[in-house]
């Protein structure tokens, strides 16, 4: 018998659903694309809160209604070597490779380089960087209760500081809104939507969904319908805070371009706004705030990560990949920002739509029994337009000449794949790959059933 819960029940999952998602770092993309997308902003914000905030939603509700234990769980119904490959790199992309290294580059854009010369700029992050993974590596050697406690703080704290700042945005605009820029020009909404993929927040939700179903559990809501249910009702509480929140960021950063000029990273935009509008001290309560929220959103990181690789190979000591992960983040920080997001983003068209996909599977999985014909299919299918998409990307980024080979795939699937040239050429062969595999599972008989009561 399930617990009847309460709104408050709701809202503190909700909040806690929420400050899951918001990282420090994700305040950065919604005031660039504000600044990029200028009056075409309401259109593009639409498209990034899709992937943004839907998705991350969806990642969760999956993982409650497919019953799977976590991660590895569910995309095993692929092929067991596919569910660990697929988590592991994963976990290494919420990890070490790209959003950990993040925490520490937001920290520094927001929190010191507007108080330092140009000049000296790559000197002070290494010194920056030394010193913020540090600190965490000592958190997670030991992950202390005043981790939690400070994390607590920082989620109320950063809504009240954004929403004063959004506020004077909203009644004291910086400027007119611009013209809109580059791929914002002809299509606002998937230039968003593919935006939207640098949060990481569909393939954390993945990873980390299962903290929130726990939590569901533990008020006395153990039946797969209700904590779906409790779930689905939190999540809307999440979703509309996270909503509103991105959105009026996006606003921020559309109306400061007269002022600030085009940027080409978010962090500048919201340390110019603070200083525009509160002076020194906006500026630095604001960089005080942001630099606490990284360092928790890290330790957390790096303890996830350490944590699961550690269970992988139990023959590594925890601490030895806390070491690992601390000191490669710290390396691949010192990049920077603008080329941390800019690696990333092949990385990201590669992993998005197999995580999409696998989403889409977990709930359509009972109408095709859970076969495993169907799961394997469709990221199959998926895997080898996502895998082009990614290296295309990867080459753009680095202003390299497509090899031959490589351009003569692209040239096909820009010839038979809707959508491909907005980046999403995978969505329409996966849907029809699941339809048609779906059929043939639901028609035929075999024993290759991959059930949630068969996985635990």
Not at 29 to 37: D, K, W
Request: glycine residues 8%; proline residues 4%; contains cysteine.
């Amino acid at each position: 018998m399930d617990t009847n819960l309460n709104f408050k029940s709701y809202l503190i999952i909700g909040m806690m659903l929420f400050a899951l998602f918001f990282g420090a770092g994700n305040l950065i993309f919604p005031a660039q694309l504000g600044q990029y997308a200028g009056t075409e902003v309401a259109i593009a914000i639409t498209g990034f809160l899709i992937t943004g905030v839907g998705l991350p939603l969806l990642g969760i509700l999956a993982l409650g209604f497919s019953k799977s234990n976590d991660l590895r769980d569910l995309s095993s119904r692929v092929h067991p070597v596919y569910g660990l490959i697929f988590t592991s790199l994963l976990y290494l992309t919420i990890g070490p490779f790209f959003a950990l290294p993040r925490t520490a580059a937001v920290a520094y854009e927001i929190g010191i380089a507007p108080f330092t010369a140009d000049s000296s700029g790559s000197a002070i992050l290494l010194v920056f960087s030394i010193i913020f993974f540090a600190i965490a590596l000592s958190l997670s050697l030991n992950p202390l209760e005043i981790v939690n406690k400070i994390g607590k703080f920082l989620s109320p704290a950063i809504l009240v500081t954004l929403a004063v700042l959004l506020i004077a945005a909203l009644f004291m605009p910086m400027g007119t809104i611009g013209a809109p820029q580059d791929n914002y020009t002809d299509s606002p909404f998937l230039t968003g939507f593919l935006e939207g993929y640098n949060t990481m927040d569909a393939l954390a939700s993945l990873v980390f969904g299962i903290i929130v179903i726990a939590a569901v559990r533990k008020l006395g809501v153990n039946s797969a319908k209700g904590v779906l249910a409790a779930t689905l009702k939190s999540a809307v509480i999440a979703a509309v805070l996270l909503a509103v929140v991105y959105t009026g960021i996006a606003y921020l950063g559309a109306t400061s371009t007269s002022t600030l000029g085009l940027l080409d990273t978010g962090g500048p935009v919201l340390s110019g706004a603070s200083a525009h509008y509160f002076g020194t001290f906006g500026q630095l309560l604001l960089a005080v705030i942001i630099t606490l929220a990284c360092l928790t959103t890290a330790v957390g990181l790096i303890v996830a990560n350490a944590g699961f690789f550690n269970k992988l190979t139990p023959m590594i000591n925890y601490k030895i990949y806390v070491v690992i992960f601390s000191v490669f983040s710290l390396i691949v920080t010192n990049a920077g920002l603008a080329n941390i997001i800019a690696f990333s983003i092949p990385v990201l068209m590669f992993l998005y739509p197999l995580a999409i996909v696998l989403i889409i599977l977990a709930f359509l999985s009972p109408l095709f029994k859970h076969r495993r014909l169907v799961y394997a299919a469709a990221i199959i299918v998926t895997f080898f337009i996502a895998a082009v998409d990614g290296m295309k990307t990867l080459t753009a980024s680095i202003s390299v000449e497509n090899p031959q080979w490589l351009q003569s795939i692209i040239d096909l699937y820009n010839s038979i794949l809707p959508l491909y040239s907005e980046g999403l050429g995978w969505l329409l062969p996966a849907l029809v790959t699941i339809f048609i595999a779906g059929i043939i599972a639901r028609f035929s008989s075999g024993e290759d059933v991959t059930s949630a009561e068969n996985q635990n």
